[in-house]
Structures are given as structure tokens and as C-alpha cells.
């Protein structure tokens, strides 16, 4: 029987409820969100619309949403899921399920966000229909941010339950799931506060400072920038003692159990109200200046002190992680055995979890990497520090080795990961594997041509930060060239951080400080005429969008006859921040479409207005749904919610594209625009914007010039003009901003900082 979930509910409407409420919304799922009393709920509704990070999509999914009270739980029975986040009681959980089961139809699955209460004891007692469709699903915050779910099941759990809520939480909303053993705090929490203590507590023993232990455990290891303490503060001080207490009373068979009783400081804080930033204190304060740090001693709080570690620097320029946390392991001064200490530790802690909280490796390292943004595993670390190696080390510590561990060596094994990568999920195609098995077409520094089966090919870029350059455009014309010739169909996307980031300013900035103005001309007739390729293509051409697709990145996606969008794409063309407008066609797109999509019978003007201040602002979307609203992707763009399904997503709409016949657009219609008149009234509003002193100077000469260009030049009144003409226009304006000092200046900032400059 097929399960179909279209409507669902949310128990509970505090932070993670209504946040859990919000992701299902942005996943096309109709929720009903219940509290208290009919003001709580509302409050806590609007709340979650103004929460940042942003937990919708758009405003607009919050019609998805409607309200309700515990008053009113027999709506309960219209509904297909039923999630409950109530406060972490388990006496309060249990009642309110004792509800839900008299209230559910059969079949309606019930699942829990609780972070470490027992799933099956919680149900214990209830109807046999409740408890087959019961198990636990452990959002993390914020949900529609954070990609890791832990699904828990219990014995009475139906596999076809367990198996459809793992796929709709990989498919729709976009999580990876692991499935985790009915253990206290499950495999996340438990690992990460035996972590979190075990460094407190080795900190302390070792002489070191919170400064320290932050500057050694957030990116130089290849964890986020909150690191330990930070983090801590993030979570809440008050929830990690909590989490500490239940773990130390609930698991008394624990090797380490000791590990679990939190320091005294630790209640000290509690008794202040030092958790964090809730709270605004934790283990940091915002100062006037600068973030304040708490003595641990005194609870009070001091200026930062400087980080005296020798040999930090020098381990950050080692590129690869794990080749990193191995130099800085077995390094034999404080942050050495600091690190040492630490991994170790963690190391043998997680591998005598198995089978207690998971039942494999990969498990235990898509935890740390997907719900603490770890960029390696705990396992994957191990690989890198040595295995042998380090169990040798660990022995003559007189550390007890798990059995998993004894195992692996006495099979001969060096490694708990094999050299092969491992084999995909269906739905999944990864490039790695692809270019490994010998798919490898053409390649240069740039960009690689694959074949990735039933007569289609993917463009990868791999370029820095995947800009577009001469090997990127090379590679853009021959992946072209190849699939008109032999191909039905061609993908063009990547497994990098971004899609694209667009073009390599600094050696635009080199080329323009040198007044190489015609090299600057010959690449952007390159790469517009590349991306009029991409759209008359004989066959379809499918652009794989994610992450930040900004610039010459967008302007690819724009030229695409199909894009699959990943739900987070942030997409747009920032060139004005540099000084520039977008030249590779951009322009002349976001205008196209606009203009476009005026009715014959409407005043062409406020379409022109809206396209002028969508590139003139800047504006990027802050996910898919955002970018469709300004016409950066069309009504029948693709999206996918889970990033690792976004390749073979796309793979997929080619093929179907080239399994009904496709034919390539036909040239496109010309391009209405408004003369003169059409600046002239663009200019005006720029000239008001520079006066109320909302911008700079250069921005309006920015700005003028893209008005310029978007109404057509100096046409005496409007016509229709083709798509070269625009082009060439853009090529212009471009070429005689990139000679303003004041863009140099910009783009030489932007290199430097990271930020845009305002001159």
C-alpha cells in the first residue's frame, strides 16, 4: 500500500515545535501547530516568523500553518503524522500520548522529537496500531539549517514505517537520516556530551584556557568556528547538566560513567543563570568592545587573553584535515597532548558504543559531521592519526582497546575505511565515484567532463571557489561541442561548497589595473557566447544549482533550458556590489524575462523597475523558492529539497526532457524596451536615492549605466531589440566601469576583506 502524507501536526509550538512545523510547510506538507492556549500558540507562531536564522522558506509558507490549541487535539484525526515536541518531561509526554491514541485514525504515524528519552518506554501500554506506527524522530536546531535527523525505532515499530519515514525525511525534507539505537541521548548527544565534559575535564587537569581550548578544537581540527565553548553557550549550559545528570543516572553500565558528573562549576553557573546565550552570559559575554570570557574560578568576567600555542600557524597551512589532526596529535608540546588526550578518549569511547547506540562506524561519523558540521568522522580522524599506530600509543597508557578495534587489527586491517568509496544510495549519483570508475572524458585544472550513464554527461566545475575562468568556458564550449555529437543530454554541476561563485576578480582587477581592455573584451564575448550555447544546445542541458550561484554562476543557470535548484540556493547577481553589472548575459535575461512576462495590455514600465532594482539592489535569494519569486528560475525549474539527491535530480529531468523529443527553443523573441524615456525615469530614481544619501556616488554612476543598458541604450522611444544587442551594451557598460578606480578599489577590498566596499 502506498502512504501518502500530505497533512501533519506538530504538539508543542516552542522553538523546535514550530520550527519542525515551519520545514514541513517549506516541504509542500499542510500543519496544524498546537500549544497551550490560543495566545501561547499564536505567540510562539509569530515568533517563529521573525526567528533567524530564517525557518521558512518565504513568508508565504506560513499559510501552510494554522494554529490550534490542546483543546482542540480531535483535529488529530484529519492528520497522517503526528509530531510531538512538548517540553523534555517524560510524565507530560506520556499523557499527551494517551490522547493522541485515542484521538489518531488507525495507520497515522506518531513520532517524538524528543533529544534522549526512551522511545519505547514512552509508549508503553498504549494500542498496538499506536505502537507500530511509533518511533522516535530527533530533529536538530534549527531543522530547516540542520540536515541530521536520528531515527529511532522500537522493536514494535513496523519496518514499512520505519522505511517510509527515512525515505519522505530524505526526499522531501532534504535530512540526512541515521538510524540510532533506543540508548539514552541516542548517538548525538550522547557522544557529543562525553566530548564536550571529557574536554572540560582535561582542560582543567592540563592548565588550559577557554581561548585556548576554542582556538584548538573549532577549524584548525576542522570543526566550526563555535568550537567547544561557543558552542556550549549555543546549546546551553543549563541543557548540557541536564543532559550530563540524565545520562550519569541512566546508564550505570557505562565504562565511563564518571565522565557524565558535571564540575562544579558547571552548577555554579546554573545558579547564576550563566547558559548561554539565551540568556545573554554563559562561558562568554558580549562586551562593548569585544566578547567578554568568564573566569572559571571567580565567575566573572575578563577581557579575552591571547592564545600562546606555538606551531597553530603553522598546522592551519597543512590543506587536508585529517593530515592536520594527525601532525598535530603526535606533536609532543601543550597543544599536542591536549589534542592527543582528547581524541583519544574520544576515539575509544565512541568505538565501545558499537552496537550499544549504532550499529556501524558510518553511522557515528554522519552524526558528527551533519549535526556538528564536523568536516570529518571520528572514525575518518582515527584513519588519518593511524590506527596501528595509535592503539599502540593508547596501550602503553594502559587504555583498554574495544573489541571493535582488536577486531580490525587482528583481520590485518590498518584502516577502517576501505580505499573504495562507498557504494551510492539509490537516487544518489556522486561524481567521486563516477570519475573513479574510469568516466572521465576530458579534464583541465578547471573543469572535468563525465559520462554519468544512459547517454548523458556532467560538466563539473572544480576550479578556486569554482569561478568561472578561461579552463571553466574551454571546458563549458567542448562539454557542448561533445554532447551535440554523441550525447542526449548534459548535466552541469559539482560536489563543491558552491555551484559557482562567478568570475576570478583578482585576475579581472590584474587585467584592468594593466588597461588589458580587450582582453577583458574577448573574455566576455567568451563567456557570452558560451552561455548562448548552452541554450541552443540540440540537446537538453540541465544546470545543477546550489549553495551560492552568484555572477557568471547565475548567468549560466539563467541560460540553462531546465535548472534543478537545490531548496538552499542562494542565487543572484551581486556584481554591482564591485562596481560592475552582470555582462554574461544576465543583464539581458532577468530584463527578458521581465519584460517579457508584462500582458500586452499592461504598462511595461514597473516590469522594467522591478528587473533595474533586483540586480541594481543586488538582491540574493536566501533559498530556491525566493529565486523563483524574481525570475532568477522559471515555474518548470526543478527543486530538491536533499543535496545529495540534486545531481542524479537533474540527470533525471534530462532524461526526461531528451525522452520526449526535445527540441532546442527557438531563437528567442526580441526584447521590448524603453528607450530613453525608460532611463530617464530609472535615473531619476537613482538620482533620489543618492540624494536622501541612501547611496554613494559610485553607486549611482553603478547604476546609471546599468539604466542605461536595461532600457535599451539611447533609443528615441521603445522597440524591440535582439538579444546581441543587449549584449553588446552590457559589454560596455562593463568594460568602462571596470576602468573606474573606485571599482578597482572595490573589487581590491572585496579581495582583501571578504566584504563590500561602499565609495
Request: net charge neutral; charged share 25%.
Amino acid at each position: 500500500m502506498t502512504r501518502n502524507l500530505r497533512r501533519a501536526a506538530v504538539l508543542g509550538a516552542g522553538t523546535m515545535g514550530a520550527r519542525i512545523a515551519a520545514h514541513l510547510a517549506n516541504a509542500g506538507v499542510d500543519c496544524l501547530l498546537f500549544d497551550l492556549d490560543q495566545p501561547t500558540v499564536t505567540r510562539l507562531f509569530e515568533a517563529m516568523q521573525k526567528s533567524r536564522p530564517a525557518a521558512l522558506f518565504t513568508p508565504a509558507h506560513a499559510r501552510r500553518i494554522q494554529t490550534r490549541t490542546f483543546d482542540q487535539l480531535a483535529d488529530l484525526a484529519e492528520v497522517d503524522w503526528v509530531i510531538e515536541a512538548v517540553v523534555e518531561n517524560f510524565q507530560i509526554k506520556r499523557q499527551l500520548l494517551a490522547k493522541v491514541d485515542r484521538l489518531r485514525k488507525p495507520g497515522t504515524l506518531v513520532t517524538s522529537n524528543t533529544s534522549g528519552l526512551p522511545i519505547a518506554s514512552l509508549a508503553e501500554g498504549l494500542s498496538e496500531d499506536f505502537r507500530a506506527h511509533w518511533c522516535g524522530t530527533h530533529f536538530f536546531n534549527p531543522p530547516r539549517q540542520m540536515r541530521l535527523l536520528e531515527l529511532i525505532p522500537t522493536p514494535a515499530t513496523r519496518p514499512e514505517v520505519v522505511e517510509f519515514l527515512r525515505d519522505f525525511c530524505d526526499r522531501r525534507l532534504g535530512k540526512v537520516v541515521v538510524t540510532a539505537k533506543d540508548r539514552p541521548n541516542f548517538i548525538a548527544n550522547r557522544l557529543f556530551i562525553f566530548a564536550f565534559l571529557h574536554l572540560v575535564k582535561t582542560m582543567q587537569a592540563q592548565g588550559l584556557t577557554i581561548e585556548e581550548v576554542d582556538a584548538l578544537t573549532g577549524p584548525l581540527i576542522g570543526r566550526p568556528h563555535t568550537a567547544t565553548f561557543r558552542l556550549a553557550d549555543f546549546v546551553g549550559v543549563d541543557v548540557c547538566v541536564f543532559v550530563s545528570e540524565n545520562l550519569h543516572e541512566r546508564v550505570p553500565e557505562d565504562e565511563r560513567r564518571d565522565i557524565f558528573v558535571p564540575p562544579p562549576f558547571l552548577k555554579r553557573m546554573l545558579e547564576r543563570k550563566l547558559i548561554g546565550d539565551k540568556a545573554g552570559q554563559g562561558f562568554f559575554q558580549r562586551g562593548k568592545k569585544d566578547r567578554l570570557v568568564l573566569d572559571l574560578e571567580t565567575l566573572e568576567y575578563r577581557p579575552p587573553r591571547p592564545v600562546n600555542l606555538p606551531g597553530l600557524a603553522a598546522a592551519l597551512r597543512i590543506r587536508d584535515t585529517g593530515a592536520r589532526i594527525r601532525h598535530l596529535v603526535w606533536r609532543q608540546d601543550r597543544a599536542g597532548r591536549f589534542l592527543w588526550e582528547t581524541f583519544r578518549d574520544l576515539f575509544l569511547y565512541a568505538a565501545a558504543r558499537i552496537p550499544e547506540i549504532a550499529d556501524d562506524i558510518e553511522s557515528i561519523d554522519t552524526v558528527m559531521r551533519w549535526g556538528f558540521n564536523w568536516e570529518i568522522g571520528l572514525f575518518e580522524a582515527w584513519d588519518a592519526v593511524g590506527a596501528p599506530e595509535s592503539v599502540q600509543r593508547m596501550k602503553q597508557e594502559g587504555r583498554p582497546i574495544p573489541p571493535l578495534v582488536e577486531d580490525l587489527l587482528r583481520s590485518g586491517r590498518r584502516r577502517f575505511y576501505g580505499e573504495e568509496p562507498p557504494a551510492a544510495r539509490p537516487g544518489v549519483l556522486c561524481l567521486s565515484s563516477t570519475r573513479s570508475r574510469n568516466k572521465l572524458l576530458l579534464s583541465n585544472p578547471s573543469a572535468s567532463l563525465l559520462d554519468i550513464g544512459e547517454g548523458l554527461l556532467c560538466l563539473e566545475f572544480h576550479s578556486k571557489a569554482n569561478s568561472v575562468d578561461a579552463g571553466v568556458i574551454a571546458m563549458l564550449r567542448a562539454a557542448i561541442e561533445e554532447t551535440e555529437r554523441h550525447y542526449q543530454g548534459l548535466v552541469i554541476g559539482n560536489e563543491g561548497q558552491n555551484f559557482c561563485v562567478g568570475a576570478n576578480l583578482r585576475f579581472l582587477l590584474e587585467t584592468a589595473r594593466a588597461r588589458q581592455f580587450d582582453r577583458i573584451r574577448s573574455g566576455l564575448e567568451a563567456i557570452q557566447q558560451v552561455c548562448l550555447a548552452i541554450r541552443q544546445c540540440r540537446q537538453p542541458v540541465v544546470a545543477a544549482v546550489f549553495g551560492q550561484t552568484l555572477a557568471g554562476g547565475c548567468e549560466i543557470a539563467l541560460h540553462a533550458p531546465r535548472v534543478q535548484a537545490l531548496a538552499e540556493t542562494s542565487m543572484g547577481l551581486p556584481e554591482i556590489s564591485v562596481g560592475l553589472i552582470p555582462a554574461a548575459g544576465g543583464t539581458k535575461e532577468l530584463l527578458r524575462r521581465w519584460m517579457l512576462a508584462a500582458p500586452a495590455e499592461a504598462e511595461p514600465l514597473p516590469y522594467l523597475k522591478q528587473a533595474f532594482e533586483i540586480i541594481a539592489t543586488a538582491k540574493i535569494s536566501s533559498c530556491a523558492a525566493e529565486a523563483a519569486g524574481w525570475r532568477y528560475l522559471r515555474p518548470d525549474d526543478g527543486v530538491t529539497m536533499n543535496r545529495d539527491r540534486l545531481i542524479e535530480g537533474a540527470r533525471q529531468a534530462a532524461l526526461a526532457m531528451a525522452r520526449l523529443g526535445y527540441l532546442p527553443p527557438p531563437e528567442p523573441p526580441l526584447v521590448p524596451v524603453l528607450g530613453r524615456s525608460g532611463a530617464a525615469s530609472l535615473k531619476l530614481g537613482v538620482y533620489l536615492m543618492k540624494t536622501a544619501g541612501y547611496i554613494t556616488g559610485h553607486d549611482a554612476t553603478v547604476a546609471g549605466k546599468l539604466a542605461v543598458v536595461m532600457a535599451g541604450g539611447e533609443l528615441s522611444e521603445p522597440a524591440f531589440v535582439p538579444e546581441s544587442y543587449l549584449l553588446e551594451l552590457e559589454r560596455e557598460a562593463f568594460l568602462s566601469l571596470c576602468g573606474e578606480p573606485k571599482t578597482q578599489e572595490r573589487i581590491q577590498h572585496l579581495l582583501d576583506t571578504g566584504k563590500p566596499l561602499r565609495n
